[in-house]
């Protein structure tokens, strides 16, 4: 039986953790799928790339910033220490609650179930989505959603330097040596 097709999930909306999973599946040329929720609760964003259909990770994410900061407002989690925290005033914070969160959550397993049963034809048209959940940042109303068009389609070209290779195989030895438990040596 052969292996099930793969494909990278980023559902952390942490830049670091993007980072990586962006390097591995530009490395990998596999697709890389991802979700935000926005900051207070008011939306998320849901994206895919894949290699000879949408840009690498890296220029997408900067596209879909770009796209972000063209609307006349910075991309709703760029600089925020608490990521899914905005400011209410006097109130205290707005946090996303487990409802706001689980409609992301629906609509990124929707798209990441797109990809693997469809992996060269897409049942979404654009690559990207931002979904209001209430009126804040662009959204009029809740439930608004923009698509994000992304160009660029070549196929990715990792660009590979052994010393970057080795030196973040040796980060993920430290920070995961669970997940290694010697079968990233090679064979003698």
Known sequence: MSAPPT??????????????CAAVAKESLKPLI???VFAGGIGG???RVRSGH??????ARNQINAWCNAHGVPAP???LAAPYEAAAGTAGPLVADDAEVSII????????????TLP????FPAPAYAIGLRKAWIFSQPFETWPIELAGSDSWKAEQDPASVAESLALLRE???????GHDQPSE
């Open 7 to 20: 494909r990278i999930i980023d559902a952390t909306a942490d830049a670091h953790c993007f980072n990586f």
């Open 34 to 36: 991802w979700g935000e």
């Open 45 to 47: 964003l849901v994206a």
């Open 54 to 59: 949408e840009p690498e990770p890296q220029a």
């Open 77 to 79: 989690l760029a600089g």
């Open 105 to 116: 959550a629906g609509h990124l397993a929707r798209l990441a179930t797109d990809v693997l």
């Open 120 to 123: 060269e034809d897409s049942a």
């Open 175 to 181: 920070l995961l040596p669970s997940a290694f438990d």
